[in-house]
């Protein structure tokens, strides 16, 4: 099945740009995610990319795909105070209709 | 749409007593999952459903845990006696479509501890 994994902590400071990267196993995941969660709250959808594609921009996020070695990455740009978070990379399970999430990256801001 | 709803938001209760934790889904949205999130664990998903029934319960822990949607607007996670190990927060989504053509949409969660 479908293994998703991420580094568990990022720091950055302030105006910096952050990137956090993810690798997925199946290559047949049509969809891939990035969720944001923020303390006590759920988990927020930040933005996807479909499988055809290689890059998406959506204001301050990019997300970058990269098929053949099976890596995702999330970019902030100009990375606030109000970014920080825990970050989860999700792919479907191409065979089983589920999403499966990674162990999410802290990401943490500092002046 | 106010999103999905999830009842209570926290929950504290004893060993051995019966917990129901509540989901509203998004209206018009087909497919409901449940997930649990513990630190050591990370994120999994329980069981979901389309149009009300349930499709993949894999991930239902034990014969301790049950979940039910008897209708479009409203599904259940009960657990039955509950444990300390149970202590998590248990998350429901809901999308409109198949996971793999649609994204889902998160409840605020319902934190439970089990004493």
């Known amino acids: 099945g479908e293994d998703v994994e991420q580094s568990l902590f990022l720091s950055v400071r302030e105006g910096d740009s952050s990137v956090i990267n993810c690798t997925y196993t199946d290559s047949s995941s049509t969809y891939l995610y990035w969720y944001k969660q923020e303390p006590g709250a759920g988990l927020q959808l930040l933005t996807y990319i479909f499988s055809n594609m290689d890059m998406k921009q959506d204001q301050r996020l990019t997300v970058l795909l990269n098929k053949k070695d099976k890596h995702l990455s999330l970019r902030i740009a100009d990375t606030q105070t109000g970014d920080s978070a825990i970050y989860f990379c999700a792919a479907v399970s191409g065979g089983y209709n589920k999403l499966i999430f990674g162990a999410g990256t802290r990401l943490a801001v500092h002046p | 749409d106010a999103g999905v709803i999830q009842s209570p938001r926290h929950e504290v209760t004893e060993m051995g007593q019966e917990v129901t934790l509540r989901c509203k889904p998004i209206s018009g949205h087909d497919y409901l999952f449940w997930y649990r999130q513990t630190m050591m664990r990370g994120l999994e998903l329980l069981i979901y459903f389309n149009n009300n029934v349930p499709i993949d319960d894999s991930g239902m822990p034990e014969d301790r845990f049950s979940a039910k949607m008897p209708n479009a607007s409203f599904s259940t996670l009960k657990i039955q006696p509950s444990e300390p190990r149970d202590s998590a927060v248990y998350f429901c989504?809901?999308?409109?479509?198949?996971?793999?053509?649609?994204?889902?949409?998160f409840g605020p969660g319902t934190r439970l501890t089990v004493l």
């Open positions: 989504a809901s999308s409109l479509r198949a996971v793999s053509t649609d994204t889902q949409y």
